[in-house]
């Protein structure tokens, strides 16, 4: 159980375009989400916390205008780069968390992440 | 705000033995959660252990212990009987109490580069 899927798990599109990452829980239901940022060889960044039905709270320094969070749903929350450069390319992952249908109501459970590469 | 640090950026360990992975954090919160994660060359994150902030016992998972220090606030990870599918990046985390909330957030260390020699 519990189990969080990203889709899609590669992209490749061109400098200016816009991108949308999706983030579903497949057996429950997430009250909150989190995306994060990788970059190679260093630790996940928190870009923002979304709670279902709220606007997402933005760490400092996230660009809310360029990194377009939505929380629509208990199982779906997507993340949209807008005009996306190169320095946009990065790998995000998601996680979700919920009080109902998981083993722990603090546990987050992860994606397994997309990989962006901006041209 | 709450910050996590892990020491050691790279750390190895003879199959069979014992090996430490440090984290210290800061909070102003008196509850609180923390995690240690694996993320193998896959990339996707598994969960090791956790702990609630709460709970003075520290938390055991078969080969994976905790020596969780409040007061200190320290956070860090013994593997036993290490294993080559140990070797991997390993992250410490802090959650904090307002779950749920517009203030939830986890906060990552830097992570530690665990290499398991045959």
């Known amino acids: 159980g519990a189990v969080v899927s990203q889709h899609p798990s590669w992209v490749i599109c061109k400098s200016g375009t816009s991108v949308k990452i999706e983030c579903r829980s497949l057996d429950f239901q997430a009250t909150t989400m989190f995306w994060y940022r990788q970059f190679p060889k260093q630790s996940l960044m928190l870009m923002a916390t979304?709670?279902?039905?709220?606007?997402?709270?933005?760490e400092q320094g996230v660009e809310k205008d360029k990194f377009l969070i939505n929380h629509a749903s208990l199982t779906l929350s997507t993340l949209t780069v807008t005009s996306a450069h190169p320095e946009d390319s990065s790998f995000y992952i998601c996680s979700a968390s919920g009080t109902s249908g998981t083993p722990s109501s603090y546990e987050q459970y992860f994606g397994p992440g997309t990989r962006l590469t901006v041209t | 705000a709450q910050t996590v640090t892990q020491s050691q950026p790279e750390m190895s360990v003879q199959e069979a033995e014992t090996v430490t992975l440090s984290c210290t954090y800061d909070?102003?919160?008196?509850?609180?959660?923390l995690f240690w994660y694996k993320q193998p060359p896959s990339r996707q994150m598994i969960l090791v252990i956790r702990?609630?902030?709460?709970?003075?016992q520290n938390a055991t998972e078969n080969r994976f212990s905790v020596n969780f220090q409040k007061a200190a606030k320290s956070f860090s990870l013994k593997i036993s009987d290490s294993q080559l599918g140990d070797a991997a990046m390993y992250f410490c985390a802090y959650r904090t109490e307002l779950i749920g909330t517009s203030y939830d957030k986890v906060i990552f260390g830097p992570g530690t580069s665990l290499s398991v020699i045959p």
């Open positions: 702990q609630e902030a709460y709970k003075q």
């Open positions: 909070t102003s919160e008196s509850d609180y959660y």
């Open positions: 979304s709670n279902e039905g709220s606007k997402a709270t933005y």
